[in-house]
């Protein structure tokens, strides 16, 4: 086993890694030595083809297909130099007061992320789009939330540049998305991080980590490991888990950790979504120009969801509208005129959904459907509906079981939807891109894995920073909050930095 | 080794839940199948196997309801044979068939032609390019 040394290591270059990699790379030039671990690859600005199935395979974990153990959700995440920030459409949101609040997290105040949340979002140039940049399927959105006098608001999105590609979710191919691996691990690296791609964390022990180092596959997009491919025993004095919800408390578990943390894997939640599919009898402009302009969040207390626009591509959106043959074809035909709405369910940690791990050591998510959550989702598909009827759809698809009506609602039975609702029946399977929680903040071992700096109860070595640390629910788009958490932790290794070495 | 060593059974299956996968050609047929495989390649051992046997099960189990294998029912009564298993009671089985669902649908969806084919043509040109 190849031997290597460094005073920090971060496992991961997301939100939360690139963020800590960057905050506390000045201290290089002190002379101590900084290293990230990132388990894919780092991908040159031409291998952005926005081709879907080549750019999912290459940028996500199992190629967005990541299975919970009943088979029952798909879980998307980012595997690459700049992890999920990589594949996400770049909304840019604070963290919502109420969710904060509730989190009840001793020494974390809303105040102090919100501070954090808007130097990051800042600094990832996070704006509204100019209204002539905003195509037909977001503006139709709005347009029926006013007509249902639905609060409908605009997301900040964080781009420089955007040509309205409506890739985003498989990689920027003009680089216009302001991710980590754009703006936090490119100036950490001038500071003297050194990034070490394609290296996966097997274990962490005592300010220790065992560390495969693969090589390129033949043919497969990316660069090369900057190391030799093989296994490595890396020594570091401050380690800093960054891997994300899913593979963070994985890497604890196999680990042994779970034996004195027993919160550890617990309290995952993930926005389990559906989209929402309404046909025009016109063509709009859908798959051209940014995604994702607006929302509406005014529901996420009452019913539990909220609702986005989206645009995605062709066999993510035959795989998410239900049923097969002729119905689901006439809906893929009449792609041009297709308006999509995203219905996210704001879960809630419970005692059973949890992170955990199988006899080899991989991540195993267990996930149950709560009733609120699929009562959330059906709420949610009615009201999408609603504003696609009010924006002139001629018809909408809802990948819930209805009535008479099959999947498929005319805009003759729009006054009928209420009707319809309650007969509705959801289940799954359903997608997820927001994995949250497994090593929530808290007070102590018994309610949870770290405090509210992210340090892991009994190891003052080992910190986490990334959506893991949510002790339940952020209920928005998390990755703002995620950088803002990951700036409290690396604040704090920088005062204590001197201890800790 | 290929997912379906008999290739008329996932053709068939393919057929029936994307009509208009009938009129793919040799070419057409081995570009999907190309799709298909590729994302089971490095897919645990364990599931292709699920896959396998799933494709099986969907061959025979018509032979108890209709007296006759997957591949030799009238297209009508494929589709509803595959609705049962949609929506049928256990999870396990509307989870499985989901799972193969969504692979055909790569396969033919992931296919660059049939994204033309419905007038998906989105490009890293954007807005620049649409006009």
């Not at chain 1, 996500?60 to 959700?73: I, N, Q, R, V």
């Not at chain 1, 001793?106 to 600094?123: I, N, Q, S, W, Y």
């Not at chain 1, 529901?299 to 969801?305: G, H, L, N, P, W």
């Not at chain 2, 299956?13 to 999907?32: F, K, M, Q, Y």
Request: with cysteine.
């Amino acid at each position: 086993m190849k031997r290597a040394a460094y005073d920090i290591v971060i496992v991961g270059s997301g939100a939360g890694g690139g963020t800590v990699a960057q905050e506390l790379s000045p201290l290089c030039r002190q002379g101590v030595r900084i290293a990230v671990l990132e388990k894919g690859p780092r991908f040159r600005d031409e291998e952005f083809s926005g081709r879907e199935l080549e750019m999912a395979g290459a940028l996500y974990e199992d190629g967005g297909g990541f299975l919970t153990s009943d088979g029952a959700m798909t879980i998307a995440f980012g595997c690459a130099y700049g992890g999920s920030t990589v594949v996400y459409t770049g909304t840019s949101m604070l963290p919502p007061e109420r969710v904060i609040s509730r989190w009840n997290v001793p020494g974390l105040t809303h105040a102090d992320l919100e501070c954090r949340a808007r130097k990051f979002m800042a600094e990832n140039n996070a704006h509204l789009l100019q209204d002539g940049l905003i195509n037909e399927n977001n503006k139709l959105f709005a347009e029926g939330c006013r007509k249902l006098n639905y609060d409908v608001q605009q997301f900040p999105v964080n781009i420089k540049g955007c040509r309205g590609s409506s890739l985003c979710n498989l990689g920027c191919p003009n680089q216009a998305k302001q991710g980590t691996d754009r703006v936090q691990l490119p100036r950490a690296e001038r500071n003297g991080v050194e990034v070490i791609t394609r290296s996966e964390v097997l274990t962490v022990g005592e300010r220790t980590l065992t560390v495969r180092v693969s090589a390129k596959p033949a043919g497969a997009k990316g660069d090369p490991s900057p190391w030799e491919p093989g296994d490595y025993r890396i020594d570091s004095r401050i380690v800093v888990l960054c891997a994300g919800a899913v593979n963070t408390p994985a890497l604890l578990l196999r680990s042994g950790m779970g034996r004195t943390l027993p919160r550890l894997g617990a309290g995952f939640t993930t926005h389990p979504a559906f989209i929402i599919v309404g046909e025009h009898a016109r063509a709009i402009t859908n798959f051209v120009g940014h995604p994702k302009s607006y929302y509406v969040d005014r529901f996420a207390e009452s019913d539990r969801f909220i609702l986005e626009t989206c645009m995605y591509f062709p066999f993510i959106t035959a795989k998410s509208l239900a049923g097969f043959g002729a119905p689901h074809s006439t809906f893929m035909r009449a792609f041009p005129r297709l308006q999509m709405i995203l219905v996210l369910a704001c879960d809630k940690a419970d005692a059973y959904n949890r992170v955990a791990i199988d006899k080899a050591g991989r991540p195993v998510v267990h996930y149950r459907f709560q009733g609120e959550a699929a009562r959330g989702l059906i709420r949610g598909a009615m009201a999408s509906a609603k504003i696609l009827f009010a924006a002139g759809a001629v018809r909408v698809h809802m990948p819930v079981t209805l009535d008479t009506t099959g999947t498929t609602i005319e805009s003759a039975d729009a006054m009928r939807l209420d009707e319809i609702a309650a007969k509705a029946e959801f289940k799954p399977p359903v997608s997820a891109a927001h994995p949250q929680g497994g090593c929530g903040m808290g007070s102590d071992p018994s309610d949870s894995v770290t405090d509210s700096y992210g340090r892991v109860h009994g190891h003052p070595w080992l910190s986490v920073a990334d959506a893991s640390l949510f002790p339940n629910s952020l209920e928005i788009n998390p990755y703002v909050t995620i950088m803002a958490l990951a700036d409290r932790v690396a604040q704090r290794i920088r005062e204590e930095v001197s201890a800790l070495l | 080794m290929p997912l379906d060593p008999d290739p008329t059974i996932l053709r068939a299956i393919v057929s029936t839940i994307v009509p208009e996968a009938a009129a793919l050609d040799d070419r057409g047929w081995l570009e999907l199948n190309q799709v298909v495989e590729a994302l089971l390649r490095d897919r645990p051992e364990s599931l292709k196997r699920q896959v396998r046997m799933f494709l099986t099960a969907i061959q025979w189990l018509p032979v108890l309801r209709y007296g006759r294998a997957f591949t030799r029912l009238h297209p009508a009564a494929r589709a509803r044979f595959l609705a049962h298993l949609q929506n049928d009671p256990i999870q396990k089985v509307r989870v499985g068939f989901w799972g193969l669902r969504t692979i055909v649908l790569a396969g033919y969806y992931g296919r660059p032609q049939a994204a033309q084919a419905i007038g998906y043509n989105a490009s890293p040109g954007g807005w620049e390019a649409s006009r």
